[in-house]
């Protein structure tokens, strides 16, 4: 039996979603930006998909824009929100142990932009202390960014807290919450963030289809993908309906199950740490609560992670070492050092996230198989 324990890498789309997607693969395949009749066939699939991703996140229909994934949409809010801020203002705040996508994109503002990076450290806890966040966006910051969810050690980051804070300031205010829609109820609209990126794949969704957010009135973003006028003129290129019905069809799905979908990773999560307590295998998990239930770090001294890995592949068991963009590099895992441990412990630290395909039979066998790796690897048997 395979056992599939890496959902913050991706999901396994819904059936729903492929079967929603199907007919507008086959018949939507007018161009949404002719005017004859089957170009404005797709067009209204889209706007209808628009509508309802709209009614998910309880947003208007024009703050949505469509696009390839999370990376290009915490790419191109970056840049584009980076390009109409004043000069006096070119300083970005954001974190230490942000997706590589941020950390990227910060980099590549200092190097072309000639932008200021401050990076805030967060606590041996793994969250981020909104005091030091918000002191670090007076006077001359001007864009900040912080992700919801941490997609190596789950920790929850008081995003609303800092969104509310930073409300009534000039700072435009980002936040990937990629690895909290469907996992935790989403305030951050309501708190005040300017911008969020999300990627479909990573809630029962498409692959290569993703969404922004941008809130009317505050964050202005000039396009960094131009050409043809589309999605509002914010990004250019022929939209494709079916993934487009296919996020929206997903996130309406997590969004409405999402109260339940956190209580079964709840339950799901107490017992593969149960299972592991029962056994004599010692571990630590990283991160402290909050965290999002159902995405565990946990350190198993003396056990590097390529290696369990590996063995866990042979076993069926399908887990990662770190996030799954950095994963195949044996480096230690850089939120782990973040957080203060030091490089063993992010050399022999796995991720197990849980997701709503997974039943209780998966984590009894998983753990199982997990911790009877763990023994031989450490020689005990
Ligand atoms: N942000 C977070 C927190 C993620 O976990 C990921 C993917 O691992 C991304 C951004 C990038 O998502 P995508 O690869 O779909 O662009």
Redesign the pocket.
């Known amino acids: 039996m395979e056992i599939y324990f890496d959902n ?2 991706t999901t396994q789309p819904l059936p729903e979603v492929i079967e929603a997607m199907r007919p507008y693969e086959l018949d939507a395949y007018g161009n949404p930006s002719s005017i004859y009749a089957i170009g404005r066939k797709t067009r209204k699939i889209i706007d209808e998909a628009r509508d309802r991703v709209s009614e998910s996140l309880g947003v208007k229909a024009n703050e949505i824009t469509f696009c390839s ?4 949409s ?1 790419c191109t809010s970056l840049i584009g929100a980076a390009l109409k801020i004043e000069k006096s203002k070119h300083r970005f705040v954001t974190t230490t142990i942000e ?1 590589k ?1 941020v950390l990227k994109a910060a980099h590549w503002l200092e190097e072309h932009l000639g932008w200021d990076i401050t990076l805030i450290t967060p606590e041996p806890s793994g969250h981020v202390n909104p005091q030091k966040f918000v002191d670090a966006c007076l006077n001359d910051c001007g864009l900040a960014s912080l ?1 919801l969810v941490n ?1 190596e050690i789950g920790t929850i980051q008081p995003v609303e807290e800092i969104a509310s804070r930073l409300k009534d300031t000039d700072v435009v205010f980002h936040s ?1 919450i ?2 909290g829609i469907g996992k935790i109820a989403l305030k951050v609209v309501d708190a005040g963030v300017d911008i969020l990126s999300a ?1 479909a ?2 809630f029962y969704g498409p692959k290569s289809i ?1 969404f922004t957010y941008i809130r009317d009135g505050k964050a202005d973003i000039a396009p960094v993908i131009v050409g043809g006028s589309q999605e509002l003129d914010r990004r250019a290129g022929t939209e494709n309906a079916g993934l487009i019905i296919g996020l929206a069809t997903a996130l309406d799905i997590v969004v409405r199950g999402q109260p339940s979908l956190e209580e079964k990773l709840k339950e799901m999560e107490a017992k593969f740490i149960d299972e592991l307590d029962k056994s004599a295998v010692e571990y630590e998990l990283n991160g402290s609560l909050p965290r999002v239930p159902g995405l565990m770090s946990i350190f198993f001294t003396g056990v590097e992670s390529e290696s369990l890995l590996l063995h866990a592949d042979r076993a069926q068991v399908y887990i990662s070492a770190g ?3 950095s994963a195949g590099a044996v480096k230690p895992s850089y939120v782990i050092t973040a957080i203060g441990h030091e490089k063993r412990r992010g050399l022999c630290s796995i991720r197990i996230s849980l997701g709503r395909h997974n039943t209780m039979e998966d984590i009894e066998e998983g753990a199982k198989r997990i911790i009877k790796i763990i023994s031989k690897l450490r020689g005990s048997t």
């Open positions: 913050a890498a994934s999370a990376t290009e915490i997706h996508a992700q997609n990937d990629v690895q990627s794949h990573k993703g996030s799954a963009c």
